[in-house]
């Protein structure tokens, strides 16, 4: 079974940074349409950006031009660096296919406040 691993997460302030890390136990990356989710308190999980193995990207409105994901075939890992951090991007953050087919991690917390 793969087992996700999820960190990077934080505390920071509203117009911040930080990078979110998304390592697997095997190399499974290789050929899989990747995605960062997110869930915030008292909502449902949802999708934030999404990359390609050939790296074609998609992202959700509400983070477009603010986040960045990008994979490491190599390393198997995937990134989500994301900048101009809002309250509203407070959330735990999973990684996963897409759509999701391996069981989710533990995820990361991502709180933005002031």
């Known amino acids: 079974q793969v087992q996700l691993v999820e960190s990077g997460g934080g505390l920071v302030q509203p117009g911040e940074s930080l990078t979110l890390f998304c390592t697997a136990s095997?190399?499974?990356?290789?050929?899989?349409?990747l995605a960062w989710y997110r869930q915030a308190p008292g909502k449902e999980r949802e999708w934030v950006a999404a990359?390609?193995?050939?790296?074609?990207?998609g992202y959700r409105d509400f983070v477009q031009g603010r986040f960045t994901i990008s994979r490491d075939n190599a390393e198997n890992t995937m990134y989500l660096q994301m900048r101009d951090l809002k309250p509203d991007d407070t959330a735990v953050y999973y990684c996963?296919?897409?759509?999701?087919?391996?069981?989710w991690g533990q995820g990361t917390q991502v709180t933005v406040s002031s």
């Open positions: 095997r190399t499974i990356f290789s050929d899989r349409l």
């Open positions: 990359i390609s193995e050939h790296g074609m990207i």
């Open positions: 996963n296919t897409n759509p999701e087919t391996l069981t």
